[in-house]
């Protein structure tokens, strides 16, 4: 499985959801899966990349989060979890993706 966070640097949250990804992995006894980070700086490259706002997480290639549409803006990303809209997917939301995808 390849599991991306494409971001742009102008958006903080991309790091913790990277960090939250590992931490989760971890738990999941999925350490051996890698977390790529990917920035993108231009519109294009946000385009070919299925950039829908920073941070954008991919699995495979696929949007976990479908809500957001690929675009060519380099923007931030708003996610809807239990405690509201927030910058990032909380650790629960990820944790239940991940058991989920890693169940097959």
Do not use: K
Not at 53 to 63: F, K, V
Request: with cysteine; hydrophobic share 40%.
């Amino acid at each position: 499985m390849t599991i991306e966070v494409v971001h742009i640097d102008e958006c903080p949250n991309w790091a913790e959801t990277a960090e939250d990804l590992r931490a989760v992995l971890s738990e999941l006894g999925r350490a051996d899966l890698a977390v790529v980070v990917r920035r993108v700086t231009t519109g294009n490259e946000a385009l070919a990349a299925g950039f829908a706002g920073s941070p954008t997480i991919l699995l495979d290639g696929d949007d976990p989060f479908p809500h957001g549409e690929p675009t060519g803006e380099l923007a931030c990303r708003v996610y809807l979890t239990e405690a509201g809209l927030r910058g990032r997917p909380s650790r629960e939301q990820l944790r239940a993706l991940m058991a989920e995808r890693l169940a097959g």
